[in-house]
């Protein structure tokens, strides 16, 4: 069965995506610690990191270093931090999170009901940073 990240980079469950390539997508989650945190997920379906390929496990993390100098432009955080954890989806993400301290990746602290304005604007930001910063796979 499909993870529902797989839905949402179907286009079958809606999703506010910074950035699509051929092998990686970001989008915003919808229960954001702070605003501008995204996840970055490979469009195949992997249950465990260790379980990618070296060469989709690279393109991620490339794909997490430029989405993730683009929130630290957009929202300017002490650091961007940047987790795997994998238990709630059976699907491969990079949770990128803009911190100023440790309780800024206190998942207990995440919004359940952000909203769409603050959802779309964090989105903006991103998308603008990825822009300046000559990406173009930034995704509308």
């Known amino acids: 069965m499909a993870s529902i990240f797989t839905k949402i980079i179907g286009g079958e469950l809606p999703g506010r995506f910074v950035w699509k390539d051929e092998h990686v997508v970001a989008f915003l989650t919808i229960n954001p610690i702070r605003p501008g945190h995204t996840l970055v997920v490979p469009r195949q379906e992997v249950d465990h990191w260790i379980d990618m390929s070296p060469e989709l496990a ?11 100098q683009a929130i630290q432009q957009a929202f300017a955080p002490t650091k961007v931090g940047a987790s795997i954890v994998g238990l709630e989806v059976p699907h491969v993400h990079v949770h990128l999170i803009p911190i100023d301290g440790m309780q800024d990746l206190d998942f207990g602290r995440a919004d359940s009901d952000p909203t769409p304005a603050a959802m779309d604007a964090a989105a903006s930001a991103i998308r603008t940073a990825l822009r300046e910063h000559g990406h173009a796979e930034v995704s509308d």
């Open 58 to 68: 690279r393109r991620v993390m490339d794909v997490s270093r430029a989405v993730g």
